[in-house]
Nanobody
Framework: QVHLVESGGGLVQPGGSLRLSCLNS??????????MGWYRQAPGKQRELVAL???????NYADSVKGRFTIFRDNPKHTSYLQMNNLKPEDTAVYYC??????????WGQGTQVTVSS
């Protein structure tokens, strides 16, 4: 069984930083995903891709976060991280992690709230 859990969200002022993490809470399950990604959904908007990292380390970022966000993966720990720097009010959203299995089946976390406000 796979159950993804995000952590690290919260309230931060513009220009601040947060680091999100995502891991499979079922430590007894051996699961090595192909891709790990982070998505976000703001009120009234559809969920959008923020960052993606492939099995070989190739990354892809939304234009709106390039130069500010960095995605990492710790393969031995099967954990994904999203380092968010120079946060803007426009970054306010619920952030979701996603692990894609080699079968192309996607597993999603429950989401963590990130609020950027003075």
């Amino acid at each position: 069984q796979v159950h993804l859990v995000e952590s690290g969200g919260g309230l931060v002022q513009p220009g601040g930083s947060l680091r999100l993490s995502c891991l499979n809470s079922d430590s007894g399950t051996i699961f090595s995903p192909k891709d790990m990604g982070w998505y976000r959904q703001a009120p009234g908007k559809q969920r959008e891709l923020v960052a993606l990292i492939g099995s070989g380390g190739t990354t892809n970022y939304a234009d709106s976060v390039k130069g500010r966000f960095t995605i990492f993966r710790d393969n031995p720990k099967h954990t994904s991280y999203l380092q968010m720097n120079n946060l803007k009010p426009e970054d306010t959203a619920v952030y979701y992690c996603k692990f894609r299995a080699w079968s192309s089946f996607d597993y999603w976390g429950q989401g963590t709230q990130v609020t950027v406000s003075s």
